[in-house]
Nanobody, 118 residues
Framework: QVQLVESGGGLVQAGGSLRLSCVARESGNNIYTMGWYRQAPGKERELVATVSPGGSTNYADSVKGRFTISRVGVQNIVSLQMNSLKPEDTAVYYC????????????WGQGTQVAVSS
């Protein structure tokens, strides 16, 4: 069983910054592609960014140049630095992990609220 523990989030004014972090806790030594998704009220959950164990990153067009995802080597610890936040970034942000050796096995965090005021 894998537990994704998220931290960070909160309320910030437009133009401000926030940092989210997530740790995958498990008893094994599995390695995960990790990422962040978000879900705004009344909308579907959408990809924000992902990072592979090798450090390859992928971003949604809406956050490119503003958000940076990073991880500590191949450790299952990921952060999302969010700069120049906009009101439309307001959402619940979820950490996500996919087992690289068994991609059908994926996990979600409980979610953390990010609210950006105008």
């Amino acid at each position: 069983q894998v537990q994704l523990v998220e931290s960070g989030g909160g309320l910030v004014q437009a133009g401000g910054s926030l940092r989210l972090s997530c740790v995958a806790r498990e008893s094994g030594n599995n390695i995960y592609t990790m990422g962040w998704y978000r879900q705004a009220p009344g909308k579907e959950r959408e990809l924000v960014a992902t990072v592979s164990p090798g450090g390859s990153t992928n971003y949604a067009d809406s956050v490119k140049g503003r958000f940076t995802i990073s991880r500590v080597g191949v450790q299952n610890i990921v952060s999302l630095q969010m700069n120049s936040l906009k009101p439309e970034d307001t959402a619940v942000y979820y950490c996500h992990a996919v087992d690289v050796r068994s991609p059908k096995d994926s996990y979600w965090g409980q979610g953390t609220q990010v609210a950006v005021s105008s």
